[in-house]
């Protein structure tokens, strides 16, 4: 089992910046990889950003350039860096890990960019 609990979200103005954080527990070492998606009101979730154990990088081209994946061993913890913020990056964003095949989710965490 893993637990994941975001935090960091909250409302922006356009052009700002906001660094969510998704800390892990449980069995941690069994995670393949982790990254973040999210869900805007009446649409589908979408994959924003993900890392593999190995440090490979993928990022959905919506946010390439101006979103920063990284995550810290030490502290279990995965970040998303996310600067130029526009009105059409509002949306609840999840963390979430494979591990063994099973997918984790967090809670989610509201990002709310004005304009």
């Known amino acids: 089992q893993v637990q994941l609990v975001e935090s960091g979200g909250g409302l922006v103005q356009a052009g700002g910046s906001l660094r969510l954080s998704c800390a892990a527990s449980?069995?941690?070492?069994?995670?393949?990889?982790m990254g973040w998606y999210r869900q805007a009101p009446g649409k589908q979730r979408e994959l924003v950003a993900t890392?593999?154990?190995?440090?490979?990088?993928n990022y959905a081209d919506s946010v390439k350039g101006r979103f920063t994946i990284s995550r810290d061993n030490a502290k279990n913890t995965l970040y998303l860096q996310m600067n130029s913020l526009k009105s059409e990056d509002t949306a609840v964003y999840y963390c979430?890990?494979?591990?063994?095949?099973?997918?984790?989710w967090g809670q989610g965490t509201q990002v709310t960019v004005s304009s």
């Open positions: 979430t890990a494979l591990s063994l095949s099973r997918g984790y």
């Open positions: 449980g069995n941690i070492f069994s995670i393949n990889a």
């Open positions: 890392i593999t154990s190995g440090g490979r990088i």
